[in-house]
T-cell receptor, first 109, second 115 residues
């Protein structure tokens, strides 16, 4: 069953806003990854985090690997319309990735 | 760039049919994976493979089988399709990293409808 709690489930953004989402688990993970999925496409890797406490940026994206190894967050600064999609967190443990249920980002009209 | 391709973007099959989903990667990755994606459930692992002819069950293997005869190709087989297997199927591949399997690269997905 689902082992990662990803929140929020969905959110509306207005262009220019900053966005935050996070993932928590009751178990420790060795690596956290964040993916984005555009409609009709497969997920694309955005950021990978390998060490507890690590803070990594990729353009307007910033992600952190929680110090307890049980959580991670993703921030998007100054959002733009093409940021819409589904964002997944994934934790690596052993020989598998475990995925969160996803955060759906939509544009406010 | 890693390229993972899947044989069909959309597929419609009848209940009871045997269904083959094909996945090919061109980066010489050792590991390949099949997931299904359903709204609100994220991605759930069906099967994965570390090497040619090797396979391991994921979290939801029931009703599925796999085949890996060549390193670049990983097939998912629905032995007798049922309506509850209507879903988006995603294939992924990765290298062995120092920490194991982690950075997976996905194909575009196959949306399967079973009627």
């Amino acid at each position: 069953g689902q082992q990662l709690n990803q929140s929020p489930q969905s959110m509306f953004i207005q262009e220019g806003e900053d966005v935050s989402m996070n993932c928590t688990s009751s178990s420790i993970f060795n690596t956290w990854l964040w993916y984005k999925q555009d409609p009709g496409e497969g997920p694309v890797l955005l950021i990978a985090l390998y060490k507890a406490g690590e803070l990594t940026s990729n353009g307007r994206l910033t992600a952190q690997f929680g110090i307890t190894r049980k959580d991670s967050f993703l921030n998007i600064s100054a959002s733009i319309p093409s940021d819409v999609g589904i964002y997944f967190c994934a934790g690596h443990r052993g020989n598998k990735l475990v995925f969160g249920a996803g955060t759906i980002l939509r544009v406010k009209s | 760039d890693v390229k993972v391709t899947q044989s069909s973007r959309y597929l419609v099959k009848r209940t009871g049919e045997k269904v083959f989903l094909e996945c090919v990667q061109d980066m010489d990755h050792e590991n390949m994976f099949w997931y299904r994606q359903d709204p609100g459930l994220g991605l759930r692992l069906i099967y994965f493979s570390y090497d040619v002819k090797m396979k391991e069950k994921g979290d939801i293997p029931e009703g599925y089988s796999v085949s890996r005869e060549k390193k670049e190709r990983f097939s998912l087989i629905l032995e007798s399709a049922s309506t509850n297997q209507t879903s988006m199927y995603l294939c992924a591949s990765s290298l062995w990293g120092s920490g194991g399997i982690y950075e997976q690269y996905f194909g575009p997905g196959t949306r399967l409808t079973v009627t």
